[in-house]
Nanobody, 119 residues
Framework: QVQVVESGGGLVQPGGSLRLSCTASGTIFSINNMGWYRQAPGKQRELVATITNTGRTNYADSVKGRFTISRDNAKNTVSLQMISLKPEDTAVYYC?????????????WGQGTLVTVSS
């Protein structure tokens, strides 16, 4: 079984910064894509950023130039550095991991971490 746990959310003022982290654990043979998604109140979950096991990244247009995704393959972790945060970035942020495990290919979501951007 594979689990992911996020950390790093909180309250920040507009223009501020936060760093989210996510660690995958369990019986993992390899991890393919890792990524961050978010869901604001009353809205659908949306992609924020993803990164492949070779380091190729993809960002939502709304966060390009402000958010940076990175990963440490040795530690099965993915991070999201967020700067110049805006009130519209307020959402629950979810880590997503696609891995090859003992039971085959799995897609696992974290429990979510709340990011609130407000003065």
């Amino acid at each position: 079984q594979v689990q992911v746990v996020e950390s790093g959310g909180g309250l920040v003022q507009p223009g501020g910064s936060l760093r989210l982290s996510c660690t995958a654990s369990g019986t993992i043979f390899s991890i393919n894509n890792m990524g961050w998604y978010r869901q604001a109140p009353g809205k659908q979950r949306e992609l924020v950023a993803t990164i492949t096991n070779t380091g190729r990244t993809n960002y939502a247009d709304s966060v390009k130039g402000r958010f940076t995704i990175s990963r440490d393959n040795a530690k099965n972790t993915v991070s999201l550095q967020m700067i110049s945060l805006k009130p519209e970035d307020t959402a629950v942020y979810y880590c997503n991991t696609r891995a090859n495990s003992l039971t085959g290919r799995v897609e696992v979501w974290g429990q979510g971490t709340l990011v609130t951007v407000s003065s």
